[in-house]
């Protein structure tokens, strides 16, 4: 599906800051920027990614900061700015 395909079935720009310990210093924390396309308020793909994260980083996970917005917002979108989109 297209970005504007998935924007018009509710999802939103999300942005997910990701603190975590280092694994070699686990008293230092690092900071990591996840963002897609996502459905609040269960936002699966971030969850997807931060399973995969507890998986296969190292870094053990801190604290998940989680902003969204939506991009596209019906007073935007039109009929006519439809009819350009072949």
Aim: aromatic content about 10%; proline content about 6%.
């Amino acid at each position: 599906m297209t970005s504007l395909e998935l924007q018009l079935q509710g999802y939103r720009l999300t942005t997910a800051e990701i603190i975590y310990g280092m694994p070699d210093h686990p008293g230092i924390l690092q900071s990591f920027i996840w963002q897609n396309l996502d459905l609040a308020p269960r936002f699966p793909a971030l969850n997807r990614f931060l399973e995969f994260w507890e998986k296969n980083i190292e870094g053990k996970l801190h604290k998940i900061i989680v902003a969204n917005a939506r991009v596209i917002t019906p007073g935007e979108l039109r009929a006519g700015s439809l009819m350009t989109l072949q």
